[in-house]
Protein backbone atom coordinates (compact mmCIF):
# COMPACT_ATOMS: atom_id res chain seq x y z
CA UNK A 1 0.00 0.00 0.00
CA UNK A 2 2.72 1.98 0.02
CA UNK A 3 3.54 2.71 -3.41
CA UNK A 4 -0.01 3.73 -4.04
CA UNK A 5 0.32 6.24 -1.16
CA UNK A 6 3.26 7.73 -2.97
CA UNK A 7 1.84 7.17 -6.43
CA UNK A 8 -1.80 9.18 -4.87
CA UNK A 9 1.31 11.88 -3.36
CA UNK A 10 3.50 12.20 -6.52
CA UNK A 11 -0.05 12.86 -9.07
CA UNK A 12 -1.08 15.90 -6.06
CA UNK A 13 2.29 17.41 -6.97
CA UNK A 14 1.72 16.90 -10.85
CA UNK A 15 -1.61 18.74 -10.70
CA UNK A 16 -0.29 21.67 -8.69
CA UNK A 17 2.39 21.90 -11.02
CA UNK A 18 -0.02 21.73 -13.74
CA UNK A 19 -1.81 24.43 -11.67
CA UNK A 20 1.04 26.65 -11.43
CA UNK A 21 2.49 26.65 -14.77
CA UNK A 22 -1.19 27.27 -15.97
CA UNK A 23 -1.30 30.51 -13.89
CA UNK A 24 2.23 31.19 -15.64
CA UNK A 25 1.40 31.00 -18.60
CA UNK A 26 -1.60 33.03 -18.15
CA UNK A 27 0.20 35.73 -16.69
CA UNK A 28 2.62 37.73 -19.75
CA UNK A 29 4.96 38.89 -16.43
CA UNK A 30 6.46 35.66 -16.05
CA UNK A 31 9.44 34.58 -17.36
CA UNK A 32 10.46 32.06 -19.98
CA UNK A 33 13.08 30.88 -17.55
CA UNK A 34 10.47 30.24 -14.45
CA UNK A 35 8.57 28.57 -17.05
CA UNK A 36 10.93 26.17 -18.24
CA UNK A 37 11.56 25.11 -15.20
CA UNK A 38 7.92 24.22 -13.82
CA UNK A 39 7.50 22.13 -17.13
CA UNK A 40 10.84 20.38 -16.64
CA UNK A 41 9.50 19.98 -13.09
CA UNK A 42 6.20 18.58 -13.90
CA UNK A 43 8.10 16.36 -16.44
CA UNK A 44 9.74 14.79 -13.72
CA UNK A 45 7.50 13.62 -11.57
CA UNK A 46 5.19 12.30 -14.45
CA UNK A 47 7.95 10.40 -14.99
CA UNK A 48 8.32 9.23 -11.41
CA UNK A 49 5.04 8.45 -11.66
CA UNK A 50 5.34 6.17 -15.06
CA UNK A 51 8.25 4.39 -12.97
CA UNK A 52 6.19 3.88 -10.13
CA UNK A 53 3.35 1.96 -12.15
CA UNK A 54 5.63 0.08 -14.11
CA UNK A 55 7.27 -1.02 -10.89
CA UNK A 56 4.08 -1.83 -9.41
CA UNK A 57 2.97 -3.76 -12.31
CA UNK A 58 5.80 -5.56 -12.26
CA UNK A 59 5.67 -6.72 -8.45
CA UNK A 60 1.92 -7.29 -8.99
CA UNK A 61 2.51 -9.76 -12.23
Known amino acids: ?4 AHLV ?6 K ?3 NELHEALVHPS ?3 LHICELKR ?4 VKDQIERLR ?5 TVH
Not at 1 to 4: D, G, P
Not at 41 to 44: A, F
Open 9 to 14: ELERKH
Open 41 to 44: RKLM
Open 30 to 32: VDD
Open 54 to 58: LSADD
Open 16 to 18: ILE
Open 1 to 4: MAIQ
